[in-house]
C-alpha cells in the first residue's frame, strides 16, 4: 500500500507563494502516475495538476497554469507543487494522490490525508 503525507499547507496574503510536498512510501512514486488534487468547502474536489507514470504527459487546471507547477524528485520520493501569485479562491484543502494507470486521466488508487492552504489578507 503506497503511503502520502503531504507538508507545507499554511496561511499566506494574495500573491505570496507557497511550496507543497508530498513524500511516498514505501515505493518509489516513478511507478505511479502523481497528482495534486483541492477542495474547496462546498465545492467539489478538482484535479489541480498531474503528471502522467512516463512523465511524458502534464496537466495544470486552467485555473492556475502560469502560476503553478508540479515537479517530482525521485532521490527523495517526493511530489511538489509551486504555488505562485496565489488568489483568494486557491484557498482549500490540498491533497496528493496517485494512480497505478499510465493516464492521468486514470482514477487515482492513492491519496493523502490534505494540507490547508488559506489565502486571505
Known sequence: QLQLVESGGGLVQPGGSLRLSCLASPFTLNYYTIAWFRQAPGKERERVSCISKSGSSTYYADSVKGRFTMSMDSTKNTMYLQMNSL???DSALYYCAASRGALCA?????????????VSS
Open 87 to 89: 488568489k483568494l479562491e
Open 106 to 118: 486514470n482514477p487515482v488508487d492513492y491519496w493523502g490525508r490534505g494540507t490547508q492552504v488559506t
